[in-house]
T-cell receptor, first 114, second 111 residues
Framework: DAGVIQSPRHEVTEMGQEVTLRCKPI?????LFWYRQTMMRGLELLIYFNNNVPIDDSGMPEDRFSAKMPNASFSTLKIQPSEPRDSAVYFC????????????FGPGTRLTVT | GIQVEQSPPDLILQEGANSTLRCNFS?????LQWFHQNPWGQLINLFYIPSGTKQNGRLSATTVATERYSLLYISSSQTTDSGVYFC?????????????FGPGTRLSVLP
């Protein structure tokens, strides 16, 4: 398996623009997680899905953030409108209950909002 | 919710030295993972270790679930071991799987 795939790897955008981050989990995994990492706050869980259904979105910072998982092999995290404080590395991870929850992370998307 | 603590927060070693990193958690968990985040930002799985001891080359880990801690041992450290080491615990709630990260230990190995 290719592992968790994220795109783009780097994104630079201007304040106010819409940003869409994409993730393809490992085939067969039924959990998908979105994290954000910054120097100030460390690694934060934003939202996670089980079988494509959002289970806990309490980490989503505000209404400007939304996440979808239309099928088992694809998820998006959207920020609209983006702000400079959204600059961070966004990670996607996936896991499977049968494997006891061992998580595998993608390479991350480095977002810079100017 | 479950609290995860790691110590020390920072560690500087000379190449060749050994070290022990600790992870404490506040309640029973189903599983525990150790990750290494390298200087390029990649999060790499090191160990998946709900209990017992595992070894992989110069690294080994021990989890004592009944006492709510896990240890990561690095022997004969190399400069490529530099980065941040995270432990993360997994537990199940009514909503499903939950995953909590510790704050990390930043390791610098000097040549």
């Amino acid at each position: 398996d290719a592992g968790v795939i994220q795109s783009p790897r780097h994104e630079v955008t201007e304040m106010g623009q819409e940003v869409t981050l994409r993730c393809k989990p490992i085939s067969g995994h039924d959990y998908l997680f979105w994290y954000r990492q910054t120097m100030m706050r460390g690694l934060e869980l934003l939202i996670y899905f089980n079988n494509n259904v959002p289970i806990d979105d309490s980490g989503m910072p505000e209404d400007r953030f939304s996440a979808k998982m239309p099928n088992a092999s694809f998820s998006t995290l959207k920020i609209q409108p983006s702000e400079p404080r959204d600059s961070a590395v966004y990670f996607c991870a996936s896991s499977h209950d049968r494997e006891g929850g061992e998580q595998y992370f993608g390479p991350g998307t480095r977002l810079t909002v100017t | 919710g479950i609290q995860v603590e790691q110590s020390p927060p920072d560690l500087i070693l000379q190449e060749g030295a050994n070290s022990t990193l600790r992870c404490n958690f506040s309640d029973s968990v189903n599983n525990l993972q150790w990750f290494h985040q390298n200087p390029w930002g990649q999060l790499i799985n090191l160990f998946y270790i709900p209990s017992g001891t595992k070894q992989n080359g110069r690294l080994s880990a021990t989890t004592v679930a009944t006492e709510r801690y896990s240890l990561l041992y690095i022997s004969s450290s190399q400069t490529t071991d530099s980065g941040v080491y995270f432990c993360a615990v997994v537990f199940w709630s009514n909503y499903g799987q939950n995953f909590v990260f510790g704050p990390g230990t930043r390791l610098s190995v000097l040549p």
